[in-house]
């Protein structure tokens, strides 16, 4: 997570959806950087809303707007699947290793997720929450230039993106019937990527 205060903006970073690039990129300029540990540099809406912005808010008497990423729901899934295939991650229950994407996907699915398929829900971290937080500025993670030129202007700075934590490459075809009972078990996924405006 970044915080950058002049501006009044916060960046939460959603797993998997490329938010390492940037805050390698931005952190000397961040006001506030959150790295370690993991519960707290992905530290979803609902906990950016109990602890971050009330800091700012009671200290500093400002509300923050809120920018983040949302990665289309089967893409984010394969990322995290070809994550847990890394080498290091053998003999651990959350590898996917001799695990097919369709099973994984599968896994999912389930009111109880195995191990290897149990990564959160980008719809639950980003959700709007009963005090009104909500994620301002909500990008597309394919629409890469759209993000860049929002953060370069609205930070008046220039970014130079590098590849940071990226997992192995390899095809992930998801067979129909999985992706329907994806989009039937998890709507709530589908349906918030579908509404990110992409003017």
């Known amino acids: ?3 950058f205060y002049d501006e009044k903006l916060a960046l939460l970073s959603v797993p998997k959806t490329g938010t390492s690039a940037y805050q390698e990129a931005l952190q000397t300029r961040a006001d506030l950087v959150i790295t370690d540990p993991p519960e707290l540099k992905h530290a979803p809406l609902y906990r950016y809303n109990r602890w971050i912005r009330p800091m700012f808010e009671r200290v500093c008497g400002v509300e923050l707007e809120v920018a983040a990423v949302m990665r ?3 893409s984010w899934l394969g ?4 994550f ?3 080498p290091f991650m053998d003999g651990k229950a ?4 001799d695990i097919s994407f369709d099973d994984f ?6 009111g109880q997720q195995p191990g290897f398929a149990n990564v959160g829900s980008q719809a639950k971290f980003l959700e709007t929450q009963k005090n009104g937080c909500h994620v301002t500025h909500l990008f597309r993670y ?3 230039p759209h993000i860049q030129t929002f953060l370069e202007q609205r930070l008046s700075v220039k970014i130079e993106l590098q590849k940071v934590n990226v997992s192995p490459v390899m095809d992930l075809s998801l067979s129909p ?5 994806f989009r039937r078990k998890k709507p709530e996924e589908f349906a918030l990527y579908d509404s990110i405006s992409q003017d």
């Open 1 to 3: 997570m970044l915080v």
């Open 72 to 74: 289309e729901p089967v």
């Open 79 to 82: 990322s995290w699947y070809r």
């Open 84 to 86: 847990r295939q890394r």
């Open 94 to 97: 959350n590898s996917t290793k």
């Open 105 to 110: 996907v599968r896994g999912y699915c389930k």
């Open 142 to 144: 394919e629409d890469q």
């Open 177 to 181: 019937e999985v992706e329907a009972l």
